[in-house]
Each structure stands twice: as C-alpha cells, then as structure tokens.
C-alpha cells in the first residue's frame, strides 16, 4: 500500500504533456498544472486561432492567460523527488552480504561488524556506535559472517588473548585456566607482532616482484633482440640465397649461350662441308653425263678427240670419307655440368649441417637445468649420429657398417687420391661437424685405440706434429689401451685414471668451450675434462694402434 500510495502522489505531481514530475510548475484559471514550457508550447501552436484552451478539460480563454510559478506546487514537487530518492540509498542484502542483525523483516546490507557487540550493523543501526561515547572504544571492522569465531566456546567469551605456546586465540579465563603457565599475551600485542613479520613479508614479496619485473623487463627485451636477430639473420640468408642463385642462373645462362654458339659453329662448319661436298657431286654428275654420251659416240676419231678433253678429273679436295664420332658431341658438357652438381651438393650437405645445429644450438637462458648432464640418458639426449669420410680417411683403414666403423688393414684400399687425406698417421675425421651440445660413443676392440676432436684445417700431410692428433693446437684426443689412459693436447700428455672399458663417450658443449671424456659400461665415469674457447667447428676423429684388425666404430644411440 505505501509502494502504491507514492505511485498515486507521482501521478498527481506530473504533467499530463510530457507526463512526467513537473517542471517550474504553473496552473491555468480552470485549475489544471503543467510545466511551463509545456504549457507555452502547446499553447504556441493556438496563436493563429486566438483562442487557448486547456489540454485537459478543453476550456478556453481569451486573450491568452499570463502564467506564474506556483510556488508551493515547486515545493511539493522537490519534496516527492527527495521522497522517492530515499528508498535508493537502502541496500538490501544479497547472496554474497552480510545483513544487518538489528533489521527486522527484510534485512539490510551490513556497513561494519563491532568484535565488541558481536554484531553486524547496517548504516541506520551503526549510527549510535559513532554518535554515543559509549560505544566509543568498540572496535569496528569489515562486515563478518564470522564473529562467533571470536567468542570462546569453552567459557562464552570474546577471545582478546593469544597463546603463543599453542598458537592458538584464547579467552582471559582460558589464560588461567588449560593455558596457564604458557607464554600468552593480548591478541593485540601479538598482531603488533604479526603485523611487523607481515610488512617484512610484504617488503620482501615487493623486492622479489621489482627483481621479477627487472627479469621480465630483461626477457622482453631479449624477445626483441631475438626478433631482430632473426629479422636481420632471415634478411641476410634470403639475399645470400638470391645471390646464389643468381650465380647459378648466370651460370647456367653461360653454359647455355657457350653450348648454342659452339652448337652454331659447328653446324656451320658441317653445312659448308656438305655445301662443296653437294657441289663436287654435281659437278661429277655432269661429267658422268658427258662420258656416257661420248661412249655412244661411233666416229673414232671424234671419239678419241673428245675423250682427251673431257678425261681429265680434277683431284676433289675432300677426304674420300667423313670420320664422325659417333654419339660424342657435347656428352662431356653434361658431364662436367653433372660433375659440378655433385661437387655443389657435397659441399651443401656438409655446409648445411653447420646451418641446422647453428640455428637449432641457439641458447639465450643458461639456467641449471641447462648444466652439463649427469646420466647417461641425460647425456643421449644430445647423441649425434656420425659417419666418417672417406675423404680423410687413411690408405690401410677399411670404412664399413655404413662408414661408421674403421678397420686397420695389411692391404692398402683403393681410395682415390684427395687433399684432405690422412697419409701418415692411420686417422679419419667424421663427416659431419660439430657445433652446439654434442654426445656421442666410440666402441673399439683390438689393442687400442685414440678418441679426437679435431678442427677440419688440420693438416693432413707428413711426418710433423701438425697432422697429429693431439699433437698440435688444433686437436685433442685420450689414448685408450687395455691398461691405461692418457690425455694429449699440444703435444702435452696428461695421465688419466678411471675405470677401463671397450666404450668411451664424448661430451662436447662447444658454446661453453666444454669437452668431457667418459668411460661407459653400466655406469659414466668421468675420465677428463676440458675447459678451453673452440674458435671452429670440431669434427670427431678415430686414430688405430699398429696392429692389424684393430677397429674402432661409431656406435648408434637412437
């Protein structure tokens, strides 16, 4: 009814115009309000009739009537706004509030909960907390739901002491009674407490987020570098590339124009051939002609006159037969061209294995987890897949199981002749070459054997230590045998101790300038290690003891 009755009141306070709560509200001589505007509006529309008339009852005036404020009607009209006002600024409690414990029927939302009166007031009720000085020392906190837990269920009273000893809040009655002789102080001493552990928490929660801000800042800013590295490296390798294949289409273009022009010449030089060669036959034909016809000739003496004329051939300037090489004209091109294509292709396999692992070893964090490795799965996690080359390999070393293993053998094998032969010492390089993380095993039988690394510009030739494993500044190697192991470097030799075994595995970070030797059987034991700076790419090397049949391979991981 009170919802209705201000309905009511609304609707007798609005203007039937605009039907809303008056403005500036003025009444006509018939009884009737409206806003002013609304009413001069209306009645602007009558002024070429001369005749104004109510909206309502449709009474007429003339001449048109002069309105004024009506005063009380404004004040009434501010009064039902300020009315309608008030039940906005209630609010009611929803699913997630806390509600007014003093509120009657319909609760309202709670402004505060006092941990004194154990109850939650909404703003109406709170108001004597501020305005009694009774109430002057309540404590006042956010709305709670849980102010029961602040009671004491052993004696029914406000909890304001801790137990230190129990870490627990307790009553005063509770500090006498099963906690007494503990270490017990007020709740709020020991929030004090609290309150200073909590800032030094929150101070070093702050340092760690600036720390953790300057880490994402430092992050971001290398995903920038890396975008621009990238951007810029994608950049250089497209032109590379397009010079490249530039080069090869002027190339091709070259052997093109060489093959057409030389292909001219030569058909040239056939075409004249056969032109004089067309010619000769001609000219032979007539003779023939000439001949048959004096041969029917009867008179002897005409005969015999006309046949010393016309008996005399002239020498023909050809071969009396063409040589031709049969199916070999421009073969030899497409060799060469094929020649080349293998050659290019050789060298792209090699080059382009540095490409991949320069583009697949790029490492931006070096965190623990990125640590050499300890196991052996670990350290497989790396494994490189080798072969030797045949290229480097020496004359008595056989290369089988897919040029993986070498064997050192009485009878020199037939390799053809190449700069990058070993041809003293009996060593092979892999193939491939090694940049980034790298693990890998040899497995060796006989008397013994030399595991290397070794970068590619070694030499090759003679009886110096510069072609040496281990004997120069370009390799490395440890000497196993079936008693002992022995590091070289530099031709410096360094003994080395751990457990012997017929498999040696090769750790090698080259980023980290790392180089790691192990014995393998069911366990690693770590043999040597290397700290240094690789300014190289490194290939992996196998050098055989003396005797025949020693043998040393590349063992598969994966």
Known sequence: MAQKGVQLDRETFSCSICLDLLKDPVTTPCGHSYCMNCIKGFWDEEDEKRIYSCPQCRQSFTPRPVLLKNTMLAALVEQLKKTEAAPADLCYTGDEDVACDVCTGRKLKADKSCLQCLVSFCKQHLQPHYDSPAFKKHQLVEPSEKLQDNICSRHDEVMKMFCRTDQQCICYLCSVDQHKGHDTVSAAAERDEKQRELEGSRLNIQQRIQDRQKDVKLLQQEVEDINGSADKAVEDSERIFTQLIRLLEKSRSDVKQ???????????????????????????????????????????????????????????????????????????????????????????????????????????????????????????????????????????????????????????????????????????????????????????????????????????????????????????????????????????????????????????????GILSFYSVSETMSLLHRVQTTFTQPLHAGLRLYYEYGDAAEFCKLK
């Open 258 to 512: 060489q093959l057409r022009s030389q292909q001219q010449t030569e058909v040239s030089r056939v075409r004249e051939l056969e032109e004089e060669l067309q010619q000769e036959i001609s000219e032979l034909q007539r003779r023939d002609a000439e001949l048959e016809q004096l041969s029917h000739t009867d008179h002897h003496t005409q005969f015999l006159r006309s046949y010393t004329s016309l008996s005399a051939l002239s020498e023909s300037t050809q071969s009396s037969s063409i040589n031709i090489r049969p199916l070999r004209y421009f073969e030899d091109v497409t060799a060469a061209v094929s020649e080349a294509r293998d050659k290019l292709q050789d060298v792209l396999k090699e080059t382009w294995t540095n490409v991949s692992l320069a583009v697949t070893q790029v490492d931006v964090l070096l965190s623990d987890s990125q640590s050499e490795p300890k196991t052996r799965a670990e350290f497989q996690r790396y494994s490189r897949e080798l072969t030797l080359d045949p290229n480097t390999a020496h004359g008595h070393l056989l290369l089988s199981e897919g040029n993986r293993k070498a064997t050192l053998m009485q009878q020199q094998q037939s390799y053809t002749s190449h700069p990058d032969r070993f041809n003293v010492k009996f060593q092979v390089l892999s193939r491939e070459s090694l940049t980034g993380r790298c693990y890998w095993e040899v497995e060796w039988s006989g008397s013994g054997i030399y595991v290397a690394v070794a970068y590619k510009n070694i030499s090759r030739a003679g009886v110096t230590n510069e072609c040496m494993f281990g004997q120069n500044n370009k390799s490395w190697y440890i000497d196993c045998n079936k008693s002992s192991y022995t590091f070289w470097y530099n031709n410096v030799q360094t003994p080395v101790s751990g457990p012997l075994s017929s498999r040696l595995g090769v750790y090698l970070d080259h980023s980290a």
